[in-house]
């Protein structure tokens, strides 16, 4: 009999926060000392969307033509997309898993909703409108699902400021998820089972400041020191319980998209821009100002930028954006001095920054759909790029549209068991090997032009 | 590396009727007005991305933004 492969996705899980304290993880540490383990670097940008869809297809951003959440609409200045299962068109391990008739379970991976016809089952993942949608394949799997377990918590309620309330919710999500899952898992055929938990990611975002004394705003003896460390204790109980479930041929994989760290704060990209004459506008931006809303002079801008935990610099060129001023022969040469410029810029107090600046057409081998002319990692992603602007400073110490204690960082984690091998082994990896390597520990088709590596 | 941009050929007299046309509007070159105008007739062959209705697309961007994804 083929084996199967349970993959337990644990979105933004750090290195740091499962290797370093794994004595408190009894289960995890039972994968890690039977397989091979260790960090797993992600895609540029190492973001949730399109950081899944790399490990399910074995395709970068570049070639997936996903570069976060939203995307520009052709080269318009105001119109935009947001990602959806749609937007992916390269085939994913369970597509080519199912062309060899096998069944494949998939719960919440980013982004799959609308629900896409896959062999097997799915259920839609956090960008999901409302449980009022369709959200599962095949339909009737929503009814199934919510006459046992009720509806499905897709996510929870980030903005605001009653912390207690967002942990009581991330922990009730995360119950629903595991219960779901744990159903899935005994009644469902699958040889690929692939499952993403968010709650991991969302108690980052929320909890960061509260434990990591480095941290800005961290202050000593809060109430909510322990909440991530004790969020990890009470995910390797649940995971414990499914390991349960699973029968001895059964290989595991336990991944992140991305790491996580503090974020130091948010850098108002477009008052920098405006500061150095590359923006320009018609009225002063009103404070918090999205720069979607901003009165801008089209005719004498050459570049905006929008915020993330990654900064998207837009450059206005002639014959490509409506009122382009760059003209294209002299793009490379104004996109270079940009760039450097976005290199040197300083920190709050004068200190250097380790900004990374990516030029798309250079970094991806292949470049499809709406990727911006440069990709920026503000102080190697400490400072998040923040959209809005107007509040008086360049350097906002919190989040610009809500509480948000981390930033992404580039290196999550993977475990995987195989009961077949020995193990006990470290050895890192890069988020383009999952792909293969499911493929192969499945038995699946060889997939020409997949660049990562097996890891074995 | 792949370029950016890269010429393409077309008759002087279309050339001189869209710069016409475009006086006194939002383009600011032919080049400008011809991207726009083949970006749309090309994406009416691709897949219609409008998955969300626009209340929805707010509803998202709202939750995105909250969760630090965008802006
Ligand atoms: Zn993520």
């Given at each position: ?5 349970l ?18 993880l ?7 000392d039977?397989g091979?383990?260790g ?20 395709r ?18 105001n ?5 959806n ?18 069944e494949s379970v998939l719960v ?12 097997g089952?799915?259920i ?12 599962t ?6 009814q199934?699902?919510?006459e046992?377990f009720?509806?499905?918590r ?5 903005r605001?400021e ?12 995360t119950?629903?998820?595991f ?10 055929n699958w ?13 980052h975002h ?18 909510y020191?322990?909440v ?15 390991l ?7 290989a595991?994989l336990?991944v992140s998209?991305?790491?996580?760290k ?9 008052d ?7 923006l ?38 002639e ?16 996109r270079?001095?940009?760039a450097e410029?976005?290199r040197?810029i300083r ?7 380790k900004?990374?600046v990516?030029k ?15 990709m ?9 790029s923040a959209?809005?602007?107007g509040?008086?400073?360049m350097?906002?110490?919190?989040n610009?549209?809500?509480?948000d ?28 090997d999952i792909?293969p ?20 | 590396?792949e370029?950016?941009?890269?010429p393409?050929s077309?008759p ?10 475009i006086?006194?509007?939002?383009f ?9 105008v ?16 626009a209340?929805?697309?707010e509803?998202i ?5 909250a ?5």
């Amino acid at each position: 009999m083929k084996k199967r492969l349970l993959v337990i996705g644990l979105d933004c899980a750090a290195p740091a926060l499962v290797f370093d304290r794994v004595a408190e993880l009894p289960n995890l540490k039972k994968l890690m000392d039977a397989g091979i383990h260790g960090k797993l670097r992600s895609c540029d940008p190492p973001i949730t969307i399109p950081a899944w869809m790399v490990m399910a297809t074995g395709r970068d951003p570049g070639q997936l033509g996903l570069y976060g959440f939203r995307h520009r609409r052709g080269y318009e200045y105001n119109k935009m997309w947001i990602a959806n299962s749609t937007a992916v068109k390269e085939k994913t391990v369970w597509d080519y898993l199912g062309e060899q008739g096998r069944e494949s379970v998939l719960v919440s991976v980013p982004p799959s909703y609308p629900p896409k016809p896959v062999r097997g089952k799915l259920i839609s993942c956090f960008i999901t409108p409302s449980s009022e949608q369709a959200y599962t394949y095949p339909a009737e799997l929503r009814q199934e699902i919510e006459e046992r377990f009720g509806p499905f918590r897709f996510d929870v309620t980030f903005r605001t400021e009653d912390r207690s309330q967002v942990l009581s919710e991330i922990y009730q999500m995360t119950e629903n998820h595991f219960e779901v899952i744990g159903y899935l898992l005994q009644d469902k055929n699958w040889s690929l089972f692939w499952f993403v938990e968010i709650g991991v990611d969302r108690v980052h975002h929320a909890f960061w400041k509260f434990m990591d004394r480095d941290h800005h705003l961290y202050e000593p003896g809060n109430p909510y020191e322990t909440v991530i460390p004790d969020y990890y204790r009470f995910l390797d109980e649940k995971i414990g319980q499914l390991l349960e479930k699973v029968d001895d041929r059964t290989a595991v994989l336990v991944v992140s998209d991305h790491g996580a760290k503090r974020m130091k704060g948010a850098f108002c990209v477009n008052d920098w821009l405006i500061e150095q004459g590359d923006l320009v506008v018609t009225e002063p931006p009103q404070r918090g100002e999205s720069v979607d809303k901003l009165k801008i002079d089209w005719t004498r801008t050459r570049a905006w930028g929008w915020g993330g935990y990654y900064a998207r610099i837009f450059l206005n060129v002639e014959g490509r954006e409506p009122q382009g001023i760059i003209r294209p022969e002299d793009y490379e040469a104004a996109r270079d001095e940009l760039a450097e410029r976005l290199r040197a810029i300083r920190g709050p107090r004068g200190e250097e920054w380790k900004t990374v600046v990516i030029k798309p057409q250079e970094h991806y081998p292949e470049l499809n759909g709406e990727y911006p002319d440069l990709m920026v990692y503000f102080d190697d992603l400490y400072w998040r790029s923040a959209g809005t602007l107007g509040y008086g400073t360049m350097y906002l110490e919190e989040n610009d549209t809500g509480p948000d204690d981390a930033v992404h960082d580039y290196e999550g984690i993977y475990i995987l068991y195989d009961p077949k091998k020995k193990g006990g082994r470290e050895q890192d990896a890069n988020i383009l090997d999952i792909a293969p390597t499911i493929l192969r520990l499945l038995e699946g088709p060889e997939v020409p032009g997949l660049r990562g590596k097996v890891i074995e | 590396m792949e370029k950016e941009f890269t010429p393409v050929s077309i008759p002087t007299s279309l050339y001189k009727k869209i710069e016409e046309k475009i006086k006194g509007t939002e383009f600011s070159s032919v080049s400008s007005y011809v991207t726009k105008v083949l970006r749309e007739s090309l994406s009416k062959n691709e897949e219609n991305k409008e998955v969300f209705s626009a209340e929805e697309e707010e509803k998202i961007k709202e939750r995105l933004k909250a969760l630090g994804y965008i802006d």
